[in-house]
Every structure is written in structure tokens, then in C-alpha cells.
């Protein structure tokens, strides 16, 4: 139903990012989208880049007066960082003597496979679209999402369970909205202060060292109705199409949903959630959720819960040993400014790629061209389930 595309680079003039499937009739709060952006900017272990950037997104299309007319959206953001780049990142072929190639390969980047892929001699034209200020726009986008499910009571949220050795436990049934507020007033989007204080510490040790740090972060979305997804193909299986989704995240290495991994380990009478029936309000309840919300590639309509695992960040300012790719002999990598730590940044991500996946199942579900047919497609099936 939905797609989309990004484009731009890291010091490029901007980012940019079309929309397309959105029904016409939808409310857009642009202050909402750069709400999300300046979420995504924050977190400690950041380096000196966010102090320069201010994300905002300017709408170019699709947008009139507030509402979606069924167009496709552009969303602009700019570089701010650009003016310090503009030689360098230049599109005139006369500028190319201010390029200062990079040309040593820093382990656990795009740098040497994309390099040797696209048979470029300058590092920078691999990393600068490999770099994580890609998801500037994927936050942008999941902003948008969000007000695509927000009518229908569908809430996503992104935080931190884990940073390096820490773990930091989340609270068991603690309200979304509580979750919310506690871990947006936190350093590194946690809920548990013992937890902040050890990862904080921890990030000053890996900075002091020129270290990066790892972590975990956990998506929960609420308001899901049963269905969403489909059981009959590969490909429209709700999980797989998360899972690819967080997957293609920079630094994204493992996604697991509900009890996760650990399912491997349990018997089947510790982990399949039990069915009940609810008379009162005509419709069946689980008594645990291990699986996350999905089962046969469907929501459950449990609360969807899915983490994901991201690896410590690949410049590092102690560099690993590497090869220059001109004259072929043993180097270090490249050492660029860049962050000690982005797993708070990555909750924000992480979650904005998770309400796009919702959006798009819950329109491929009940699509329509307009709010007002969507709003009776999605009316019509809670009916036909409470009828059951
Ligand atoms: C990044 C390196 C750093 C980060 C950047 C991702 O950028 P710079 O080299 O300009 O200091 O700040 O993240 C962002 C710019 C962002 O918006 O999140 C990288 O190599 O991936």
C-alpha cells in the first residue's frame, strides 16, 4: 500500500524523502514529525554533529493546508552541517581537487565492500549514503506513519533495554504512556535509573578510550487489531516484514519478537500464550503475550513487542588495524568525527521504522483512497469480530 525512498548523503545540501499510498484526508502535524526529529537527535554519546544540526522537515508536497490529498509527500531536510562540506561535496566536477579522498577502511563499516562493489576510489562516496543520518528521513517517514494509525487508537514507542554490559529492565505492565514519559526524561531512554547512571559511566570509560558501545531497544505498539499481516505467503508475513524492516537499520544485526531467542530454549507449555474469551466485551484475551503480538505472521491484537540488537558503532577514534586501498599496505581506519554511543538515538528509529510497517499492514488491510473509507473498512471488520 504504502512505499517510500530516501535520498542524500551525510554532508550533502539535504536529505529528502517521497511518500507515496497515503489516502487523502489525514491530518499532518508537521510539528509532530519534528518533534520525532529532534527525539531522534538526542542521547548521550552523541559527538559534536548534533550541536550542528537543528532536523526539521519541510513538506513539498502531498500536504495542503493540513491534510493528505492522496499525493505523494516529499519531506526535505537540511544539512546544516553542508556549509562546512560544500567543496567537498560538491556535484561540480571542478571541485574535485578539494576532495581529500579517504582511503583506509574502517572495519565493520560499508567502507571496503562498497568501495570494491562500485569500483569507486574514494571512500567517501560509500560512506557518506551508508552513514546513519539516512534515518533522519525513516524517522521522518515513521513520524508521518504514526499520524496514519494514531486515529485508529494504534500507538508505537522506542526505548532503550540494554546499552553495552547493562541491561535496563523494563517495569512488567507498566502503561505505555508512563513508559513514554519516564525514558524521554532519560539521558540514554532508559526507565531504570541505576541502569542510566552504569550506562552513562560506561559510555565516558568507551569515550576516554576511543571506544564505541553497542545495545538493545525494544518497540512496543498498542492498539493493534487481530489480522494485521497474513499466514498464506512468505512475503506478507507481518514479523518478516518488520524484521526486514529493522534489519536494514545501520548497525541493526538481530531482531527478536516477544520471549524472542529464549523460545528456542523453553518447552512449548512455557511459551504458546493461552487463549481466553472475554463475554462481557465479546472477544478473546491471552493470558500471557511471549509471543510478541504475531502469531502465524498475523497479529494477535496483544501488544506487538520487538527488539532490536545494534552493534557499537564501526569509527572509532582508537582505529582497528585495516589496508589503504590505493597503495595496498597495513594502515588503520579512518578515523571521522562520529558518536560513542547511538542506541538512544536507535529506540527513536527503531520505533518510527516500526509504526511505517504497521501503517502500511493496517492500509493493506482496510485501503481505501480517503480517511473516511479507510474509517469504514476498519469499523466494518471490528464488527464482523466482535460478531464472531
Ligand atoms: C555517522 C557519523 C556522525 C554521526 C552521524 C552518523 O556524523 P559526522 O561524521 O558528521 O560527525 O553524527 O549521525 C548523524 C549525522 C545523524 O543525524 O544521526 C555515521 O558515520 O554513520
Redesign the pocket.
Known amino acids: 500500500m504504502l512505499r517510500f525512498l530516501t535520498a542524500g548523503e ?2 550533502g545540501p539535504e536529505l529528502a524523502a517521497i511518500i507515496e499510498g497515503v489516502p487523502a484526508g489525514f491530518e499532518i502535524d508537521l510539528a509532530r514529525i519534528n518533534h520525532d526529529l529532534a527525539r ?2 538526542k542521547g548521550y554519546g ?5 550541536l550542528i ?1 537543528k ?1 526539521e522537515a519541510r513538506p513539498v508536497s502531498g500536504i495542503r493546508f493540513g491534510r493528505t490529498t492522496g499525493s505523494p509527500i516529499t519531506l526535505i531536510v537540511q544539512n546544516r ?1 553542508f556549509a562546512n562540506w560544500e567543496k567537498r561535496m560538491s556535484a561540480d566536477p571542478r571541485d574535485r581537487a578539494e576532495a581529500r579522498p579517504v582511503t583506509r577502511p574502517r572495519p565493520g563499516h560499508a567502507d571496503l565492500a562498497g568501495v570494491l562493489k562500485y569500483n569507486l576510489d574514494d571512500i567517501r562516496d560509500v ?1 557518506e549514503r ?4 539516512e ?2 528521513m525513516r524517522v521522518a517517514v515513521g513520524a508521518l506513519a504514526k499520524q496514519l494509525i494514531a486515529p485508529f487508537g494504534i500507538e508505537a514507542l522506542g526505548y532503550v533495554v540494554q546499552i553495552g554490559g547493562t541491561p535496563a529492565p523494563i517495569r512488567d505492565e507498566i502503561p505505555l504512556a508512563e513508559l513514554a514519559a519516564i525514558t524521554e526524561n532519560s539521558q540514554v531512554r532508559v526507565s531504570d535509573a541505576d541502569a542510566e547512571r552504569a550506562i552513562i559511566a560506561e559510555i565516558d570509560e568507551c569515550k576516554k578510550s576511543g571506544d564505541t558501545l553497542g545495545g538493545i531497544v525494544e518497540v512496543t505498539v498498542t492498539g493493534v487489531p487481530v489480522g494485521l499481516g497474513s499466514h498464506v505467503q512468505w512475503d506478507r508475513k507481518l514479523d518478516g516484514r518488520l524484521a526486514r524492516a529493522l534489519l536494514s537499520l ?1 548497525a541493526a544485526k538481530g531482531v527478536e519478537f516477544g520471549m524472542g531467542f529464549r523460545a528456542g530454549t523453553v518447552r512449548g507449555s512455557q511459551l504458546h500464550d493461552e487463549i481466553g474469551y472475554d463475554a462481557a466485551n465479546s472477544r478473546f484475551t491471552r493470558h500471557s503475550n511471549n509471543s510478541g503480538g504475531t502469531e502465524g505472521g498475523m497479529t494477535t491484537g496483544e501488544p506487538l513487542k520487538v527488539r532490536v540488537a545494534f552493534k557499537p ?1 564501526s ?1 572509532l577514534m582508537r582505529p582497528l588495524r585495516s589496508v589503504d586501498i590505493r597503495t595496498k599496505t597495513e594502515a588503520v581506519g579512518t578515523i ?4 560513542v554511543c ?1 542506541v538512544p ?1 536507535a529506540a527513536v528509529i527503531a520505533e518510527a521504522v516500526v509504526a511505517y510497517e504497521i501503517a502500511d499492514a493496517f492500509l493493506e488491510k482496510f485501503g481505501g483512497d480517503s480517511l473516511a473509507e479507510v474509517t469504514r473498512n476498519y469499523q466494518g471488520y471490528l464488527e464482523q469480530v466482535r460478531r464472531y
Open positions: 551525510s554532508h531522534r537527535q552523541r559527538g559534536g554533529r548534533m544540526e532536523d552541517d560512506l551508508a552513514s546513519a543520518r534515518t533522519t545501520q558503532l569509527t571521522e568525527r562520529s558518536d547511538a538515538a
